[in-house]
Nanobody
């Protein structure tokens, strides 16, 4: 299966920005119907952050990040990105990227329902003053 290697996490202050990268190997991202970003804070359930249809480019965002985060795909580098601006302390958590070959766009923010097939190892994002 495809391997997803994620990077870009770190410690930042509120209001700052981070860009997460998810490099795919073994397959092109275009071969997957949907790409998603998820996060999980300690003691909390996993939360869908953003997802994208590779077929039509439609994007979706959780209410918590709308207007601040942007999902994108660099096809030349076979890499998905999550640009995170105006970070808040509540954005702290472990972030994962995931892909699936099925058309689960309508439910792509719900990882339990959509059951993405392949996941990255995760990267820690800590927003603290």
């Amino acid at each position: 299966q495809v391997q997803l290697v994620e990077s870009g996490g770190g410690l930042v202050q509120p209001g700052e920005s981070l860009t997460l990268s998810c490099v795919a190997s073994g397959a092109t991202l275009s071969a997957y119907y949907v790409i998603g970003w998820f996060r999980q804070a300690p003691g909390k359930e996993q939360e869908g952050v953003s997802c994208m249809s590779t077929r039509d480019g439609n994007t979706f965002y959780s209410n918590a990040v709308t207007g601040r985060f942007t999902i994108a795909i660099d096809h030349a580098k076979n890499t998905a990105h999550l640009q995170m601006n105006s970070l808040k302390s509540e954005d702290t958590g472990t972030y994962y990227c995931a892909v699936d070959r099925r058309d689960v766009v309508d439910m792509c923010l719900d990882s339990v329902l959509s059951r993405f097939g392949s996941w990255s190892q995760g990267t820690q994002v800590t927003v603290s003053s």
